[in-house]
T-cell receptor, first 110, second 113 residues
Framework: QKEVEQNSGPLSVPEGAIASLNCTYS??????FFWYRQYSGKSPELIMS????GDKEDGRFTAQLNKASQYVSLLIRDSQPSDSATYLC??????????FGSGTKLNVKP | DGGITQSPKYLFRKEGQNVTLSCEQN?????MYWYRQDPGQGLRLIYY???????QKGDIAEGYSVSREKKESFPLTVTSAQKNPTAFYLC????????????FGSGTRLTVV
């Protein structure tokens, strides 16, 4: 089992809808979790980080962490075409080494 | 402005040639990393360094080498032993013990010609 796994998608949602992105992780990744957005041909940029069980909100983005079920999710409210990108989930084994999922491609249709 | 600078943006390598990718950061981060990304795939760790003059192999270190002589710099050499080097290479840095995630450079796209 990979340390972090994601559905590759693509996930298609209409503009204004809620996009839900999910990620599961193994026992070897347990401390901190991050969501990155990557536009085609560009480097990843950090959107959200989450360390504790529950929800964390930042603007249109909400990260959810469930350590008992070992999953992390990212909700994007009021999705915009500019949100169309690949979203990478990452988890850390320790604070200095992160593992990335393969990414979920999101298409937001106008 | 603080950040990570990777150069060149595009690099072409001939068969049997070694090439070096540059990565410089002015964020005063202790840890630096090199990842490889292939089309439609996630990031795979090549090498990482937590302090100067020390580095560790990641999951796909074969055919690559690094050095960490200065805190700011972490160059990656793609050697002729790497048989499939065409990929997007990303350098990142982080502050140890801080849950801030990585800061990434803009990447180098390496193509074998």
């Amino acid at each position: 089992q990979k340390e972090v796994e994601q559905n590759s998608g693509p996930l298609s949602v209409p503009e204004g809808a809620i996009a839900s992105l999910n990620c599961t992780y193994s026992d070897r990744v347990s401390q901190s979790f991050f969501w990155y957005r990557q536009y085609s041909g560009k480097s990843p940029e950090l959107i959200m980080s989450i360390y504790s069980n529950g929800d964390k909100e930042d603007g249109r983005f909400t990260a959810q962490l469930n350590k008992a079920s070992q999953y992390v999710s990212l909700l994007i409210r009021d999705s915009q075409p500019s949100d169309s990108a690949t979203y990478l989930c990452a988890g850390s084994r320790n604070f200095n080494k992160f593992y990335f999922g393969s990414g979920t491609k999101l298409n937001v249709k106008p | 402005d603080g950040g990570i600078t990777q150069s060149p943006k595009y690099l072409f390598r001939k068969e049997g040639q070694n090439v070096t990718l540059s990565c410089e950061q002015n964020l005063n981060h202790d840890a630096m990393y090199w990842y490889r990304q292939d089309p439609g795939q996630g990031l795979r760790l090549i090498y990482y360094s937590q302090i100067v003059n020390d580095f560790q192999k990641g999951d796909i270190a074969e055919g690559y080498s690094v050095s960490r002589e200065k805190k700011e710099s972490f160059p990656l050499t793609v050697t002729s032993a790497q048989k499939n080097p065409t990929a997007f290479y990303l350098c990142a840095s982080s502050s140890p013990g801080a849950n801030y995630g990585y800061t990434f450079g803009s990447g180098t796209r390496l193509t074998v010609v």
